[in-house]
């Protein structure tokens, strides 16, 4: 079955990047994301990738993703305090038509002044 | 846009009562799915309807749950004779049909069971 992986957390400076890993197994996913959850909170859609790009970026938000390894990194640039939260990866994977997501267990990112 | 509005967002019940959550979508999403996230842990999927038909039904959905969505819009999630495992956030998602990888998330519900 899916299976998602990630670390459990991070801690970064202010001002810094942050980079966070996940790798799965299911390499027939289709779309790999990024969501954000913050404390008591649902999650937000940060951004996603389609698994036959290599790269995406979004402002402040660079997605890598090495297909043949089958790992996903998001990189954060300029690291905030408001970016404090937990960071889930996820994939999808079209089989029949739900398009369900698979969760990693999320990486607790923290930012220190 | 409202965004996906999820009701009530606590709720304490006593082993072995009913309880009932509602979702409302984004409007004109035609996608409808249910996870539950318990603690320290990502979410998991539930099931899924597309329109008023559940088309998928996770094998965490014991007989004890069961999910409508009698008109295509709101959804309801009941379960019955609740268990203190059932205590967890149960998150409500969804997504327009051409877009059906962008899925937009409620704030979720929160069961305590006691």
């Known amino acids: 079955g899916e299976d998602v992986e990630q670390s459990l957390f991070l801690s970064v400076r202010e001002g810094d990047s942050s980079v966070i890993n996940c790798t799965y197994t299911d390499s027939s996913s289709t779309y790999l994301y990024w969501y954000k959850q913050e404390p008591g909170a649902g999650l937000q859609l940060l951004t996603y990738i389609f698994s036959n790009m290599d790269m995406k970026q979004d402002q402040r938000l660079t997605v890598l993703l090495n297909k043949k390894d089958k790992h996903l990194s998001l990189r954060i640039a300029d690291t905030q305090t408001g970016d404090s939260a937990i960071y889930f990866c996820a994939e999808s994977s079209n089989t029949g038509t739900a398009s369900k997501l698979t969760f990693g267990t999320g990486t607790r990112l923290q930012v220190t002044l | 846009d409202t965004g996906v509005s999820q009701d009530p967002r606590h709720k304490i019940t006593k082993r072995g009562q009913n309880v009932t959550f509602r979702c409302d979508p984004i409007?004109?999403?035609?996608?409808l799915y249910w996870y539950r996230q318990t603690l320290g842990q990502g979410p998991e999927f539930l099931t899924y309807?597309?329109?008023?038909?559940?088309?998928?039904k996770s094998r965490l959905l014991s007989d004890r749950f069961s999910a409508e969505r009698p008109k295509g819009s709101f959804s309801t999630l009941e379960i019955q004779r609740t268990e203190q495992g059932d205590s967890a956030m149960y998150l409500c998602a969804s997504s327009q049909g051409g877009l059906a990888y962008e899925q937009y998330f409620g704030p979720g519900t929160r069961l305590t069971v006691t």
């Open positions: 409007s004109e999403h035609n996608r």
């Open positions: 309807f597309q329109n008023e038909a559940q088309l998928e």
